[in-house]
């Protein structure tokens, strides 16, 4: 089963996408900021960050290149509920995030876009064959 990490500064949020997903995946962890998000990843090496993209101390635009050096094979998932659809899949698309998932569908979507990222054929033998962020295809859910 597929190891997920939550990263999201808002405790409500960041619960209900615990109690979603627990029932799909095995959760890692959860953290509340950029910072916990990096060393969480460090510790845990999960197949899968579901990082919110705007969050105090380090948002998640900073965190995408940290985890894609300490750990190139596992996916990202951004969320967010403040941005419009467009810039979302833009920050996604250039900090190099395979998906972005607005919070508001997060219900409907989230689950098949980590099992979409899980499938990527790039992610074989759990390291990328294509880690270059310009070339890779990412899946975006808005």
Known sequence: M??????????????????LLSRHFELCDEAE??????AKVA???PDVVVLDLLMPEMNGME?????????PSTGIVLISGCL????????????????YVEKY???RDLIPTIEAVL????????????D???????????
Do not use: W
């Open 2 to 19: 597929a190891c997920v990490l939550v990263v999201d500064n808002h405790d409500g949020v960041r619960s209900l996408l615990l109690s």
């Open 33 to 38: 900021n950029g910072r916990q998000a990096v």
């Open 43 to 45: 510790k845990f090496y």
């Open 63 to 71: 965190v995408v290149p940290r985890i894609r050096k300490m750990a």
């Open 84 to 99: 419009p659809p467009r810039l979302g899949l833009e920050a996604a698309r250039i900090s190099g995030a395979e998906a």
């Open 105 to 107: 569908t997060a219900v």
């Open 119 to 130: 499938q990527d054929p790039s992610r074989r033998n759990g390291y990328r064959q294509d």
């Open 132 to 142: 270059c962020p310009q070339t890779r295809r990412p899946t975006f859910r808005a």
